[in-house]
């Protein structure tokens, strides 16, 4: 009886021992993977940092891009402003310049007639 005891505690250490290794041998496949995932895990932390990067700048550059367009959009404005007065003058100088051509033949004409 004691013997059979013996051997059943020996079989139930073995199979005991075979279960340890088991779970000890799945206990690394899952350290394994748990390490692959981290690996993963920093690298989309490092393109994700990137990508940060990269939007600021986009960003930064859209600001700069809307600032001259703003600044453009003024200067046009100031240059329309400018071409519309520059057009009364020239249609104030043409008048006068009319009335001068006119005065011009008359004082021709009076001149003429002395």
């Known amino acids: 009886l004691k013997y ?3 051997q059943d505690l020996r ?3 073995k199979a005991q021992k075979k279960v340890s290794k088991e779970l000890e041998q799945q206990v690394d496949r ?4 748990v390490a692959k995932l981290a ?3 920093a690298q989309q932390a490092a393109d994700l940092a990137a990508a940060e990067t990269a939007a600021e700048k986009s960003r930064k550059n859209a ?6 367009a703003r ?3 003024e200067n046009a404005d100031e ?8 057009e009364d003058t020239c249609r ?4 006068e310049q009319k009335i001068n051509l006119v005065t011009t033949a008359k004082l021709e004409k009076e001149l003429e007639a002395m």
């Open 79 to 86: 240059f329309l402003e400018s071409r519309k007065k520059l």
């Open 30 to 33: 899952e350290r394994a993977q």
């Open 4 to 6: 059979q005891q013996s």
């Open 71 to 73: 600044s453009l959009t």
């Open 92 to 95: 104030d100088l043409e008048r």
């Open 39 to 41: 690996g993963v895990v």
């Open 11 to 13: 079989d139930d250490l």
């Open 63 to 68: 600001d700069r891009e809307m600032a001259a």
